[in-house]
T-cell receptor
Framework: AQSVTQLGSHVSVSEGALVLLRCNYS??????LFWYVQYPNQGLQLLLK??????LVKGINGFEAEFKKSETSFHLTKPSAHMSDAAEYFC???????????FGAGTRLAVHP | NAGVTQTPKFQVLKTGQSMTLQCAQD?????MSWYRQDPGMGLRLIHY???????DQGEVPNGYNVSRSTTEDFPLRLLSAAPSQTSVYFC??????????FGPGTRLTVL
Protein backbone atom coordinates (compact mmCIF):
# COMPACT_ATOMS: atom_id res chain seq x y z
CA ALA A 1 0.00 0.00 0.00
CA GLN A 2 1.14 3.51 -0.73
CA SER A 3 2.25 5.73 2.13
CA VAL A 4 4.04 9.02 2.70
CA THR A 5 6.43 10.00 5.47
CA GLN A 6 7.38 13.60 6.09
CA LEU A 7 10.45 13.95 8.28
CA GLY A 8 10.10 16.78 10.76
CA SER A 9 6.73 18.09 11.84
CA HIS A 10 8.24 21.56 12.39
CA VAL A 11 11.04 23.27 10.49
CA SER A 12 12.35 26.74 11.31
CA VAL A 13 14.61 28.76 9.03
CA SER A 14 15.86 32.30 8.81
CA GLU A 15 14.64 34.61 6.09
CA GLY A 16 16.95 34.14 3.09
CA ALA A 17 18.07 30.67 4.14
CA LEU A 18 17.58 27.44 2.23
CA VAL A 19 14.29 25.64 2.78
CA LEU A 20 14.41 21.82 2.72
CA LEU A 21 11.31 19.81 3.53
CA ARG A 22 11.70 16.05 3.38
CA CYS A 23 9.27 13.53 1.95
CA ASN A 24 9.69 9.80 1.44
CA TYR A 25 7.07 7.64 -0.19
CA SER A 26 6.21 4.01 -0.47
CA UNK A 27 4.62 2.86 -3.69
CA UNK A 28 4.52 -0.41 -5.57
CA UNK A 29 4.07 1.35 -8.89
CA UNK A 30 5.58 4.48 -10.45
CA UNK A 31 4.10 7.21 -8.29
CA UNK A 32 2.32 10.45 -8.87
CA LEU A 33 3.72 12.81 -6.23
CA PHE A 34 2.51 16.18 -5.05
CA TRP A 35 3.39 18.99 -2.71
CA TYR A 36 0.58 21.15 -1.36
CA VAL A 37 0.78 24.24 0.83
CA GLN A 38 -1.80 25.34 3.40
CA TYR A 39 -1.83 28.86 4.74
CA PRO A 40 -3.59 29.47 8.06
CA ASN A 41 -7.34 28.91 7.92
CA GLN A 42 -7.28 28.15 4.20
CA GLY A 43 -7.60 25.17 1.94
CA LEU A 44 -4.73 23.43 0.19
CA GLN A 45 -2.99 24.89 -2.83
CA LEU A 46 -0.91 22.83 -5.24
CA LEU A 47 2.78 23.79 -5.25
CA LEU A 48 4.02 21.22 -7.74
CA LYS A 49 3.54 17.68 -9.00
CA UNK A 50 5.68 14.87 -10.38
CA UNK A 51 4.22 12.85 -13.21
CA UNK A 52 7.35 11.06 -14.56
CA UNK A 53 8.10 13.65 -17.23
CA UNK A 54 11.16 15.09 -15.43
CA UNK A 55 12.85 14.27 -12.15
CA LEU A 56 13.33 17.94 -11.19
CA VAL A 57 9.99 19.65 -10.91
CA LYS A 58 9.56 23.40 -10.61
CA GLY A 59 6.53 24.82 -8.88
CA ILE A 60 5.06 28.10 -7.85
CA ASN A 61 6.65 30.66 -5.52
CA GLY A 62 10.21 29.49 -6.31
CA PHE A 63 9.81 25.98 -4.92
CA GLU A 64 11.12 22.88 -6.61
CA ALA A 65 11.33 19.18 -5.82
CA GLU A 66 13.50 16.35 -7.07
CA PHE A 67 12.21 12.83 -7.55
CA LYS A 68 14.83 10.25 -6.57
CA LYS A 69 13.60 6.74 -7.24
CA SER A 70 16.60 5.05 -5.61
CA GLU A 71 15.90 6.91 -2.37
CA THR A 72 12.09 6.90 -2.74
CA SER A 73 12.23 10.59 -1.95
CA PHE A 74 10.59 13.76 -3.19
CA HIS A 75 12.11 16.55 -1.09
CA LEU A 76 10.92 20.13 -1.48
CA THR A 77 13.43 22.97 -1.64
CA LYS A 78 13.58 26.71 -2.05
CA PRO A 79 16.92 28.53 -2.23
CA SER A 80 15.90 31.56 -0.21
CA ALA A 81 13.06 31.60 2.32
CA HIS A 82 10.66 34.50 2.52
CA MET A 83 8.45 35.42 5.44
CA SER A 84 5.41 34.69 3.29
CA ASP A 85 6.51 31.03 2.98
CA ALA A 86 5.45 30.35 6.56
CA ALA A 87 2.72 27.72 6.22
CA GLU A 88 2.10 24.00 6.49
CA TYR A 89 3.34 21.82 3.67
CA PHE A 90 1.96 18.43 2.72
CA CYS A 91 3.49 15.77 0.53
CA UNK A 92 1.05 13.36 -1.12
CA UNK A 93 1.10 10.32 -3.38
CA UNK A 94 -1.63 9.60 -5.90
CA UNK A 95 -3.26 6.19 -5.70
CA UNK A 96 -4.30 4.98 -9.12
CA UNK A 97 -3.42 8.34 -10.63
CA UNK A 98 -4.23 11.85 -9.49
CA UNK A 99 -7.61 11.37 -7.97
CA UNK A 100 -7.07 9.57 -4.66
CA UNK A 101 -4.37 11.15 -2.56
CA UNK A 102 -2.52 9.73 0.42
CA PHE A 103 -1.05 12.57 2.47
CA GLY A 104 1.86 12.81 4.80
CA ALA A 105 1.34 14.27 8.27
CA GLY A 106 2.58 17.68 7.19
CA THR A 107 5.51 19.95 8.03
CA ARG A 108 4.95 23.36 9.52
CA LEU A 109 7.50 25.84 8.24
CA ALA A 110 8.36 28.89 10.33
CA VAL A 111 10.45 31.70 8.87
CA HIS A 112 12.05 34.16 11.25
CA PRO A 113 13.77 37.46 10.51
CA ASN B 1 -15.91 30.87 -11.50
CA ALA B 2 -16.15 30.18 -7.76
CA GLY B 3 -14.14 26.92 -7.84
CA VAL B 4 -14.93 24.59 -4.93
CA THR B 5 -17.26 25.99 -2.29
CA GLN B 6 -18.12 24.49 1.09
CA THR B 7 -20.82 25.36 3.60
CA PRO B 8 -20.96 25.93 6.47
CA LYS B 9 -17.52 27.26 7.44
CA PHE B 10 -18.04 26.39 11.10
CA GLN B 11 -20.44 24.03 12.86
CA VAL B 12 -20.94 22.82 16.42
CA LEU B 13 -22.99 19.67 16.98
CA LYS B 14 -24.00 17.63 19.98
CA THR B 15 -23.28 13.93 20.07
CA GLY B 16 -25.95 12.03 18.16
CA GLN B 17 -27.07 14.92 15.98
CA SER B 18 -27.03 14.64 12.23
CA MET B 19 -25.96 17.15 9.62
CA THR B 20 -24.87 17.53 6.02
CA LEU B 21 -21.72 19.29 4.88
CA GLN B 22 -22.25 20.84 1.48
CA CYS B 23 -19.72 20.89 -1.35
CA ALA B 24 -20.19 22.31 -4.82
CA GLN B 25 -17.93 22.95 -7.78
CA ASP B 26 -18.53 24.88 -10.98
CA UNK B 27 -15.63 23.53 -13.03
CA UNK B 28 -17.50 20.52 -14.46
CA UNK B 29 -15.04 18.15 -12.78
CA UNK B 30 -15.86 14.46 -12.78
CA UNK B 31 -13.94 13.58 -9.62
CA MET B 32 -14.87 14.82 -6.17
CA SER B 33 -13.53 13.80 -2.78
CA TRP B 34 -13.95 14.42 0.92
CA TYR B 35 -11.00 14.53 3.31
CA ARG B 36 -10.71 15.15 7.01
CA GLN B 37 -7.71 16.90 8.53
CA ASP B 38 -6.58 16.13 12.05
CA PRO B 39 -3.47 17.48 13.80
CA GLY B 40 -0.39 15.38 13.10
CA MET B 41 -2.22 13.14 10.65
CA GLY B 42 -2.40 15.13 7.46
CA LEU B 43 -5.51 14.68 5.35
CA ARG B 44 -7.30 11.36 5.11
CA LEU B 45 -9.71 10.38 2.36
CA ILE B 46 -13.27 9.68 3.55
CA HIS B 47 -15.24 9.08 0.35
CA TYR B 48 -14.81 9.92 -3.28
CA UNK B 49 -16.83 9.97 -6.49
CA UNK B 50 -15.74 9.43 -10.07
CA UNK B 51 -18.93 10.83 -11.55
CA UNK B 52 -22.62 11.40 -10.95
CA UNK B 53 -24.17 8.31 -9.39
CA UNK B 54 -20.84 6.68 -8.53
CA UNK B 55 -19.22 6.81 -5.10
CA ASP B 56 -16.68 4.73 -3.21
CA GLN B 57 -15.02 4.56 0.19
CA GLY B 58 -11.67 6.00 1.10
CA GLU B 59 -9.43 5.37 4.11
CA VAL B 60 -11.83 6.45 6.87
CA PRO B 61 -15.45 6.05 5.69
CA ASN B 62 -17.12 4.87 8.90
CA GLY B 63 -19.78 7.25 10.20
CA TYR B 64 -20.14 9.13 6.92
CA ASN B 65 -22.43 8.81 3.92
CA VAL B 66 -22.23 10.43 0.51
CA SER B 67 -24.23 10.59 -2.68
CA ARG B 68 -23.61 12.23 -6.04
CA SER B 69 -26.81 13.07 -7.88
CA THR B 70 -25.27 15.84 -9.99
CA THR B 71 -21.80 16.63 -11.31
CA GLU B 72 -21.70 19.84 -9.29
CA ASP B 73 -22.64 18.68 -5.78
CA PHE B 74 -21.15 16.15 -3.39
CA PRO B 75 -22.64 16.39 0.11
CA LEU B 76 -21.20 14.57 3.11
CA ARG B 77 -23.67 13.33 5.72
CA LEU B 78 -23.03 12.56 9.34
CA LEU B 79 -25.97 10.46 10.53
CA SER B 80 -25.10 10.40 14.25
CA ALA B 81 -22.21 12.68 15.13
CA ALA B 82 -19.54 11.52 17.56
CA PRO B 83 -16.75 13.50 19.27
CA SER B 84 -14.23 11.52 17.16
CA GLN B 85 -15.63 13.31 14.12
CA THR B 86 -14.42 16.67 15.38
CA SER B 87 -12.14 17.74 12.55
CA VAL B 88 -11.68 20.06 9.60
CA TYR B 89 -13.32 18.72 6.47
CA PHE B 90 -12.13 19.51 2.97
CA CYS B 91 -13.85 18.84 -0.30
CA UNK B 92 -11.82 18.59 -3.50
CA UNK B 93 -12.59 18.21 -7.19
CA UNK B 94 -10.52 17.37 -10.23
CA UNK B 95 -10.94 16.61 -13.90
CA UNK B 96 -10.10 13.07 -14.92
CA UNK B 97 -6.33 12.70 -14.70
CA UNK B 98 -5.97 16.26 -13.42
CA UNK B 99 -4.96 18.13 -10.31
CA UNK B 100 -7.24 18.26 -7.28
CA UNK B 101 -8.59 21.65 -6.25
CA PHE B 102 -9.56 22.05 -2.61
CA GLY B 103 -12.32 24.04 -0.99
CA PRO B 104 -11.77 26.32 2.03
CA GLY B 105 -12.88 23.73 4.56
CA THR B 106 -15.54 23.24 7.24
CA ARG B 107 -14.47 23.22 10.87
CA LEU B 108 -16.71 20.82 12.80
CA THR B 109 -16.84 20.40 16.56
CA VAL B 110 -18.87 17.61 18.14
CA LEU B 111 -19.54 18.02 21.85
Amino acid sequence: AQSVTQLGSHVSVSEGALVLLRCNYSSSVPPYLFWYVQYPNQGLQLLLKYTSAATLVKGINGFEAEFKKSETSFHLTKPSAHMSDAAEYFCAVGVGGYNKLIFGAGTRLAVHP
Amino acid sequence: NAGVTQTPKFQVLKTGQSMTLQCAQDMNHEYMSWYRQDPGMGLRLIHYSVGAGITDQGEVPNGYNVSRSTTEDFPLRLLSAAPSQTSVYFCASSPEGGTQYFGPGTRLTVL
